[in-house]
């Protein structure tokens, strides 16, 4: 059963540009984790927000986390092509690590 | 990227036929993990190893088995191979079971089942 819904499912954008992706969940939470997956490749740890955590930054991401709402919001700030990739968000119940992830955004910068 | 590699890289097979998928690693990481990743679904998780030959059920566990007999290597195998087992699977590992803890990806292996 799918945990995170990301929304959008595609965005588009112009490099220089702010991104936004948001991420609803169903249940509560020990921590929500964003990934990022470019083409043809693995999944990039990118950040995690815990459960007790409202904001969190690291370089141009900044993540949110409404615990009431049950949902996050991934923004990465001044765009760029290398940008350029699908993200995901992750969350994590507690107990033994088993991630449930979402169905991802893809997003294209466009220089 | 985390010392992870999936071998084949790429694979077609026919309905039927079993295939075993590779995932080893250089990290010296107890948790592993498959995952299989189509579209729309986001990643599944397929199974979990928490030690060398201490394996568990994820949320798509059928038509598929694990096996972990050395730390560094986890394998996947799908018994009977049917098209709906057409997917591209990832394996990951993490160093602890901490909630928290980041999962390193492998790059991927794309499997067709024809």
């Known amino acids: 059963s799918q945990q995170g819904e990301e929304d959008p499912q595609a965005l588009s954008i112009q490099e220089g540009e702010n991104a936004t992706m948001n991420c609803s969940y169903k249940?509560?939470?020990?921590?929500l984790q964003w990934y990022r997956q470019n083409s043809g490749r693995g999944l990039v740890h990118l950040i995690l927000?815990?459960?007790?955590?409202r904001e969190k930054h690291s370089g141009r991401l900044r993540v949110t986390l409404d615990t009431s709402k049950k949902s996050s919001s991934l923004l990465i700030t001044a765009s760029r092509a290398a940008d350029t990739a699908s993200y995901f968000c992750?969350?994590?119940?507690?107990?033994?690590?088993?991630?449930?992830f979402g169905t991802g955004t893809r997003l294209l910068v466009s220089p | 990227d985390a010392g992870i590699t999936q071998s084949p890289r790429h694979k077609v097979t026919e309905t039927g036929t079993p295939v075993t998928l590779r995932c080893h690693q250089t990290?010296?990481?107890?948790?592993m993990y498959w995952y299989r990743q189509d579209p729309g679904h986001g990643l599944r998780l397929i199974h979990y190893?928490?030690?060398?030959?201490?394996?568990d059920k994820g949320e798509v566990s059928d038509g598929y088995s694990v096996s972990r007999s050395k730390t560094e290597d986890f394998l996947l195998t799908l018994e009977s191979a049917t098209s709906s087992q057409t997917s591209v699977y990832f394996c990951?590992?993490?160093?602890?079971?901490?909630?928290?803890?980041?999962?390193?990806f492998g790059p991927g292996t794309r499997l067709l089942v024809l």
């Open positions: 990290e010296n990481h107890r948790y």
């Open positions: 249940t509560s939470i020990n921590n």
């Open positions: 992750a969350t994590d119940r507690g107990g033994f690590q088993k991630l449930v």
């Open positions: 190893s928490y030690g060398v030959k201490d394996t």
């Open positions: 990951a590992i993490s160093e602890s079971r901490d909630s928290g803890e980041t999962q390193y």
């Open positions: 927000i815990r459960s007790n955590e």
